[in-house]
């Protein structure tokens, strides 16, 4: 018995110091955490109180008079927006689209940064690394609106890249590369890439400049090249930085962005140019569809949850 209350007795102590010790900590930062109630405040109103409208995925929403009455007496009708989804002609479709699309741009974009930052971490000439530096960034900057009518300009019967085929003598006649629908993925993938890889260097950079000068000493001192160093050296010292954001990638399948798809298709290739961010937006937006649109997007959300999930617990278990 008087063990059992020294030991409680114990505890009680040690929480005591412990809830003192953490509120020494609060109040000796106190002005740090002051700054985080703005990014608080814009967390809880604009990421956590919209999901109080996901609601509308089980009603049938119609819009008209005063939203709120409207939104709280619409009829509750359970799942049925998402079995309509499902018993659609547009579902597996879309899915393959979604899924098919996101998987050729990580394919192309993934591997782009890696690349970009372990040939600028070997240039020497500082003026020359920060004029590609700032060259590579730029794309990262410049908005979908712009970026789309580069590439349908480029692409176009008579632009650049068939300009270049007929003088090459690959082709005679113009590839009509937005009229066919098995180059849009491949264009979204390259626009994806060329938008976003620049950017994203930055981080590896990060990384290579996080890496212990003495193993590239080291390594010289044994005879290593350049190339040895970086496959033995460099690349190993990314793996945990390359793994978190492929996880993130892979997650992040199903949001395959709308500007760019929305700005690049025509009816000639949706085929395989509609995805489920254009099609929420034409069911939701375009045609009133609100609770429809709603429930596909609330699928989609689903889905990447379960992904992050899955990704993340599939590569500790092959990884660590």
């Not at 998402?82 to 591997?111: C, E, K, Q, W």
């Not at 994203?200 to 890496?211: E, F, H, P, Q, R």
């Not at 939701?284 to 609100?290: D, E, N, R, T, V």
């Amino acid at each position: 018995m008087r063990v059992e209350l020294a030991s409680s007795s114990f505890k009680n102590k040690q929480a005591k110091r412990d809830k003192g010790e953490t509120w020494r900590r609060l109040k000796s930062a106190k002005y740090l955490y002051l700054m985080l109630i703005p990014a608080c405040v814009w967390v809880i109103a604009f990421a956590y109180a919209p999901m109080f409208g996901l609601y509308m995925a089980f009603v049938n929403y119609q819009p008209g008079g005063e939203f709120w009455s409207q939104f709280f007496t619409s009829k509750f009708v359970g799942l049925d927006w998402f079995v309509y989804f499902y018993n659609s002609g547009d579902f597996l479709r879309l899915m393959r689209n979604t899924l098919l699309s996101s998987a050729m741009t990580i394919l192309i974009s993934f591997p782009a940064p890696i690349i970009i930052a372990l040939a600028l971490n070997e240039v020497k000439n500082k003026f020359f690394k920060k004029t590609v530096q700032s060259v590579a960034y730029l794309p990262y900057f410049v908005s979908w609106v712009i970026a789309a009518n580069i590439f349908i300009t480029l692409l176009s019967s008579d632009g650049m890249v068939n300009g270049m085929l007929k003088s090459l003598g690959l082709i005679d006649e113009s590839i009509l590369f937005f009229q066919e629908k098995n180059y849009f993925w491949s264009i979204v993938a390259s626009a994806n890439t060329w938008k976003s890889m620049g950017y994203n260097s930055i981080i590896y950079l990060a990384a290579i400049a996080g890496i212990n000068p003495e193993q590239y000493e080291a390594s010289t001192v044994d005879g290593a090249n350049k190339w040895k160093q970086m496959l033995h050296i460099t690349l190993p010292s990314l793996k945990p930085t390359a793994i978190i954001l492929l996880i993130l990638a892979v997650a992040n399948v199903m949001n395959t962005g709308f500007d760019q798809y929305y700005l690049m298709q025509n009816e000639s290739i949706m085929a395989t140019a509609d995805v489920i961010d254009t099609y929420t937006y034409r069911y939701g937006l375009s045609q009133g569809m609100f609770s429809y649109a709603a429930a596909v997007g609330l699928f989609k959300s689903v889905v990447s949850i379960i992904l992050l999930t899955t990704i993340n617990k599939v590569f500790k278990r092959a990884l660590f």
